[in-house]
């Protein structure tokens, strides 16, 4: 049977892991594991088209041009409205100030079916206005006051003859008001009782509406659930008892129950009852609690989501003993122990979360009964070795890792995320054990890779250096994040054979990537990060890579791009953070066709060298951070200016050709002067200079010479 309307479970493939920076925020990371929300089961929104004064509405007319769906959201509404048109059906008048619902006349609303009062002041509602509304089939009424006359409203929903879809979330409501508000709908299927103050369940609290399917009592102090609290309830498939204080649930006994959250609670324990028949459970929330160890589901067989994340699971191993520091406070607990019975009970399980755990050792073999396991997260655990079994054999086994997968034990798996671990190298065997592994993300652990010269070598590397993790040959993997492992080198062809499209080497500071390093990725790389690393340029020489889209290599120091990205068809690019003057025009050349966005702030871009910005401008790319980037004027004292407008002081002009010419051939002649004078000189001769005519007539001469014939 397929789940109900609405979405409990959000689990992303692993691509978003191995690329945090794009494309949620371009140029900031950003991703959350296992995004679970049961709060807004049935979601309604009004969207008015046309408005007259505290009113909108829109919907095809029920008779006429009148409309069907009117709303008054923040009207700032005292009181019902009483001009509404006729044949409304969806009215909302939520996040007004409306304190009753206790007028003797209303306007005709014979045809509502959906009234939205959440968010006012209401607390005090009255049976005669309700029983003017007999197609109401659902009623919004979160965050008001209904607690204060929670009697007298009580006796007003028993006219609540119809109501399918209740919500009383946040109105105050003890254990001991529900069960009147909920004595009289019978045909009541969905409620809402989340963010009131539950302590307890008793049983046949929910007797008065046997036909719910969803129920949501999160973000209440519930401690206690009684036996037979849920028992009227044989059509129930989505439950949420999140953010609560239950301690213990030893008899889980909803076998039609499909959805189960459980999440934020102090569970140490999580039982079913065995015996008539499976449960139909699907998708089981119970991250957030105090489990010791993976929890009992010898009946689970339907079962496809689990989220155990953020618990104190320590071992997987049904031998191991907890550590001294966890007490066993239920003797229920003595008879629940980890086994491989549980594994194989759980054959349609797809997503499996251990993330936030304890956990030291991973035995594959646990999960090889989990015929569909498509995503395992073990992130943020202490994981230091990764083996084929749960306990040796003999006590001489192989937990080492050195010896060779059976072919039979393959696991299904798709996606892994082991990052935030200690993991020093991975077996031999471990990519041999997962046949179909397409993305795997091994961030923040002490990985180092194998050369492909190296994979062959016992432990996967040389008897003198320290244990590798062979990355190519891998037929099918094609998302690897090694991010923050303190990785300095990578040897040639470190993924050749491996088909890869993303690749994260980010926050490996002091990271150098030799143009060999990437060798054998040429025609499929196609997402590239490389953040954080610190590289200049002789450390990052990044060969021709002809399907390589997105590029990341913010956070380093280099002055010039690597020459192999022009042949590129580059479309997302982040060089933020970096200590680049000015962009390679022939790279911008080469992706003025392809290039869609560019994060540059954080660069000494000079202010008289912009022409590169001009091109990306006018090729129409995205700058996102522009507003952020600055340039330098070094002819003004080093002074700065933002790039997103030009710098207001003036550049040197370049001189045309003539008069470069005049100028060479003035400094010419000159030169040429200077020369003459000091090579005569240099031999003794001196200048003769024409003399005024007072001086020859002082020796003697005459002042005027008369030529005779």
């Given at each position: 049977m397929p789940?109900?309307?609405?979405?409990y479970?959000i689990?992303?493939?692993?691509?978003?892991?191995l690329?945090?920076h794009?494309p949620?925020?371009l140029?900031?990371?950003?991703f959350?594991l296992?995004?679970?929300?049961?709060?807004?089961?049935l979601?309604i929104t009004?969207k008015?088209?046309?408005?007259?004064?505290?009113i909108?509405w829109?919907g095809?007319?029920l008779?006429?041009s009148?409309?069907t769906?009117?709303?008054?959201?923040?009207?700032g509404l005292h009181?019902?409205?009483?001009?509404?048109?006729q044949g409304?059906k969806h009215?909302?008048?939520?996040?007004n100030f409306?304190?009753n619902?206790?007028?003797?006349?209303?306007?005709?609303?014979?045809q509502?079916?959906?009234?939205d009062l959440?968010s006012?002041?209401?607390?005090a509602i009255s049976?005669s206005?309700l029983?003017q509304l007999?197609?109401?089939h659902?009623l919004?009424?979160g965050?008001?006051?209904?607690?204060?006359?929670?009697?007298?409203?009580?006796?007003a929903?028993s006219a609540l003859q119809?109501?399918?879809v209740?919500?009383?979330?946040?109105?105050g409501?003890?254990s001991?008001?529900v069960r009147g508000f909920?004595?009289g709908l019978?045909?009541?299927?969905?409620?809402h009782l989340?963010?009131n103050?539950?302590?307890?369940?008793?049983a046949?609290i929910?007797q008065?509406?046997p036909?719910?399917?969803?129920?949501?009592?999160?973000n209440?102090y519930?401690?206690?659930i009684?036996?037979?609290a849920?028992?009227?309830?044989r059509?129930?498939?989505v439950?949420?008892?999140?953010?609560?204080s239950?301690h213990?649930?030893?008899?889980?006994?909803?076998r039609?129950?499909q959805?189960?959250?459980?999440?934020?609670?102090?569970?140490?324990l999580?039982g079913?009852?065995e015996?008539?028949?499976?449960?139909?459970l699907?998708?089981?929330?119970?991250?957030h609690?105090?489990l010791?160890?993976?929890?009992q589901?010898?009946a689970a067989h339907?079962?496809?989501h689990?989220n155990?994340?953020h618990n104190f699971?320590?071992s997987?191993?049904?031998?191991?003993?907890?550590?001294?520091?966890?007490?066993l406070h239920?003797?229920?607990m003595?008879?629940?122990s980890?086994?491989?019975?549980t594994?194989v009970?759980?054959?349609r399980?797809?997503?499996?979360?251990l993330?936030?755990n304890?956990l030291?050792?991973?035995?594959?073999l646990?999960f090889h009964a989990m015929?569909s396991?498509?995503?395992?997260s073990?992130?943020?655990?202490?994981?230091q070795?990764?083996?084929m079994?749960?306990?040796?054999?003999?006590g001489?086994g192989?937990r080492?890792g050195t010896?060779a997968?059976q072919?039979?034990a393959?696991?299904s798996?798709?996606s892994m995320?082991?990052?935030?671990n200690?993991?020093?190298?991975?077996p031999?065997?471990f990519?041999?054990?997962l046949?179909?592994?397409e993305?795997i993300?091994?961030?923040?652990?002490?990985?180092q890779p194998c050369?492909?010269d190296?994979g062959e070598?016992?432990?996967g590397?040389?008897?003198?250096?320290?244990?590798?993790?062979?990355?190519?040959?891998?037929?099918?993997l094609q998302?690897l994040?090694l991010?923050?492992?303190?990785l300095?080198q990578?040897?040639p062809?470190t993924f050749?054979r491996?088909?890869l499209?993303s690749?994260?080497?980010?926050?490996?500071q002091?990271?150098?990537?030799?143009?060999v390093a990437?060798e054998?990725?040429?025609?499929s790389?196609?997402q590239l990060?490389?953040r954080g690393?610190h590289?200049d340029?002789s450390?990052?020489?990044i060969p021709?890579?002809d399907?390589l889209?997105v590029l990341d290599?913010?956070g380093?120091?280099?002055?010039?791009?690597?020459?192999?990205?022009?042949?590129?068809?580059?479309?997302?690019?982040d060089v933020?953070?970096?200590?680049l003057?000015a962009?390679p025009?022939q790279?911008?050349m080469?992706?003025?066709?392809?290039l869609q966005a560019?994060c540059l702030?954080?660069?000494p871009?000079?202010?008289?060298e912009?022409?590169?910005?001009?091109?990306?401008q006018?090729?129409?790319?995205?700058l996102?951070d522009?507003?952020r980037a600055?340039c330098i004027?070094h002819?003004?004292?080093?002074r700065?200016?933002?790039?997103?407008?030009?710098?207001?002081?003036?550049c040197?002009?370049?001189?045309?050709?003539?008069?470069?010419?005049?100028l060479?051939?003035?400094?010419g002649?000159?030169?040429?002067?200077?020369?003459?004078v000091?090579?005569?000189?240099?031999h003794g001769?001196?200048?003769?200079l024409?003399?005024?005519q007072t001086?020859?007539v002082?020796?003697?001469g005459?002042?005027?010479?008369?030529t005779?014939?």
């Open positions: 789940l109900p309307h609405g979405t479970l689990q992303p493939p692993i691509l978003p892991i690329s945090p794009l949620a925020s140029c900031s990371p950003g959350k296992f995004a679970h929300s049961l709060s807004q089961l979601p009004f008015p088209m046309r408005t007259v004064p505290g909108g829109d095809d007319a008779q006429g009148s409309p769906k009117v709303s008054c959201r923040a009207a009181s019902f409205p009483k001009d509404l048109p409304v009215l909302d008048l939520s996040h409306l304190q619902l206790s007028e003797s006349r209303l306007p005709a609303l014979g509502l079916e959906h009234l959440r006012n002041r209401l607390e049976g206005v029983a007999p197609r109401l659902s919004l009424l965050s008001n006051r209904l607690h204060q006359n929670h009697q007298d409203n009580a006796v929903f119809g109501i399918e209740l919500d009383l979330s946040a109105n409501l003890e001991h008001m909920l004595s019978t045909t009541l299927r969905v409620l989340h963010r103050r539950l302590s307890q369940l008793p046949g929910f008065g509406s036909w719910l399917s969803e129920l949501d009592l999160s209440n519930i401690m206690d009684e036996e037979g849920f028992e009227a309830l059509e129930l498939v439950l949420s008892l999140a953010l609560n239950l213990c649930l030893s008899s889980f006994s909803l039609q129950l959805v189960l959250n459980l999440s934020h609670n102090a569970l140490e999580f079913w009852e015996g008539r028949g499976p449960y139909l699907q998708v089981l929330d119970l991250s609690n105090r010791l160890s993976f929890p589901l010898p339907r079962l496809v689990l155990l994340s699971i320590t997987l191993d049904p031998s191991s003993h907890h550590p001294a520091q966890f007490v239920y003797e229920e003595v008879s629940f980890t086994s491989l019975g594994a009970s759980l054959t399980l797809a997503e499996l979360d993330s936030y304890c030291q050792l991973l035995p594959l646990f015929r396991l498509f995503t395992l073990v992130a943020m655990n202490c994981l070795d990764i083996t079994e749960l306990m040796t054999r003999d001489d192989d080492n010896a997968w072919e039979d393959a696991l798996l798709r995320d082991f990052h935030g200690a993991i020093r190298a991975l031999r065997w990519f041999d054990a046949p179909q592994l993305a993300d091994l961030g923040s652990n002490s990985l050369g492909s190296m070598i016992p432990g590397g040389s008897p003198r250096s320290e244990p590798c993790t062979a990355f190519h040959s891998i037929p099918h998302h994040s991010r923050r492992n303190s300095t990578l040897l062809r050749s491996t088909p499209l690749l994260d080497l980010s926050e490996n002091g990271l150098a990537v030799p143009r990437l054998g990725l040429e025609h790389l196609q990060w490389l690393n590289m340029n450390r990052a020489e021709c890579l399907e889209r290599l913010s380093n120091r280099l002055s010039l791009l690597p020459t192999g990205l022009s042949c590129s068809p580059l479309q997302t690019l933020s953070g970096n200590e003057p962009l025009k790279a911008l080469g992706w003025t066709h392809s560019l702030a954080g660069n871009f000079h202010c008289c912009l022409g590169w910005l001009d091109a990306l006018a090729a129409g790319v995205q996102p522009l507003h600055r004027h002819r003004v004292t080093n700065t200016a933002p790039l997103s407008s030009r710098p207001p002081w003036p040197p002009q370049p001189w045309d050709g003539s008069s470069v010419l005049v060479t051939t003035l400094l002649v000159l030169l040429c002067a200077g020369c003459r000091c090579w005569l000189r240099g001769m001196g200048i003769l024409p003399q005024p001086d020859r002082a020796e003697g005459p002042a005027q010479s008369d005779e014939v």
